[in-house]
């Protein structure tokens, strides 16, 4: 019990440890401010920087969340800019209440993203691409502490850092067409920014190494069956089928109590960092978090009153 405690407190206290811990490394990572990230993507005079851009839906979608990746030139490869604008981005919502669901997608038909941005990687000292790389790994590792569920919707090719950015992400769609692959082997590497920790935890550890020691892509119908993604549909006309699926998925969640789905991606994702025992205590104080608020009483009178519940995040 007292490890599960110390496992909840850190998380309750300290949800961007490693980001945090990480901070020294951002002189290699420039810094955008938030209002700057709202431009990326749009006509003006700072569209040839443009590469990443947040978009807010409204309507009956308010509360869903969109990360834009525009870097067409370079078919959204993680350069500093990309990865210095993207951790601006993330950090912007780990702490926005108004956001239920953030969906990660391309802008950049046929890819979704390309992994390490190579031409500038060769210009790095090893020392600069060592750091460069741990910097990449602690992105990562902020956009997987998202408190809210995250979903990647893969409608081209997501390769090596490409593949670890939407290992990242809670949930996974992907088109038929789509191609993913965890390639660094085949470059003489070893995937760098959390795949091989994330990968065999999504699909098992044999699959995993079959995969990242061959160096092998698989399409979005084979990523479903090895559980790699969620869902495959086919790909349609304009080239979205990914992002729409991860639309549907998004507003299924949508409706449900926000500090219910946050405990809850809480409670999964912690307590398979520790024994059964521990994670059965994890779950248990997550459990507790939730009596209080007014959403379990909301969720309550909505039944007895044989009604749909209109639930506050309170």
Not at 21 to 30: E, G, Q, T, V, Y
Not at 269 to 280: F, L, P
Not at 285 to 314: H, N, S, V, W
Request: overall charge positive; glycine content about 10%.
């Amino acid at each position: 019990m007292s490890v599960a405690r110390g496992v909840l407190s850190r998380i309750l206290t300290q949800p961007c440890v490693e980001l945090m811990a990480a901070r020294p490394i951002k002189r290699l990572l420039p810094r955008v401010s938030f209002n700057q990230t709202r431009s990326w993507c749009s006509d003006g005079p700072i569209a040839d920087r443009a590469e990443v851009r947040l978009s807010r839906l409204d309507g009956e979608d308010n509360g869903i969340v969109e990360v834009l990746m525009c870097r067409e030139r370079a078919r959204n490869s993680l350069g500093r800019l990309f990865v210095g604008q993207m951790r601006e981005l993330v950090s912007s919502l780990h702490h926005d209440a108004a956001v239920r669901v953030v969906v990660f997608r391309s802008l950049i038909p046929g890819v979704f993203c390309a992994g390490a941005d190579l031409k500038e990687r060769a210009q790095m000292s090893n020392p600069e691409a060592e750091l460069f790389v741990h910097g990449l790994r602690s992105l990562m590792n902020d956009i997987a502490a998202l408190p809210m569920p995250t979903i990647a919707a893969v409608d081209g090719f997501a390769v090596g850092g490409g593949l670890e950015l939407a290992l990242a992400c809670d949930l996974r769609t992907a088109a038929h067409s789509a191609q993913m692959g965890l390639i660094e082997t085949t470059r003489g590497l070893l995937p760098g920014a959390g795949g091989s920790q994330r990968l065999p935890r999504t699909v098992g550890f044999a699959i995993a190494k079959e995969l990242i020691f061959t160096g092998r892509r698989v399409g979005g119908k084979r990523a479903a069956e090895l559980g790699l993604v969620n869902q495959s549909v086919p790909q349609n006309q304009t080239g979205d089928a990914a992002h729409k699926e991860a639309l549907s998925l998004a507003r299924e969640i949508l409706p449900q109590a926000p500090i219910a789905v946050r405990m809850a991606k809480v409670a999964m994702n912690r307590g398979a960092e520790v024994d059964i025992s521990s994670g059965m205590a994890i779950e248990g104080m997550c459990y507790a978090r939730l009596i209080p608020t007014r959403d379990r009483q909301e969720g309550m009178a909505a039944f007895i009153e044989k009604r749909p519940p209109r639930y506050t995040g309170e």
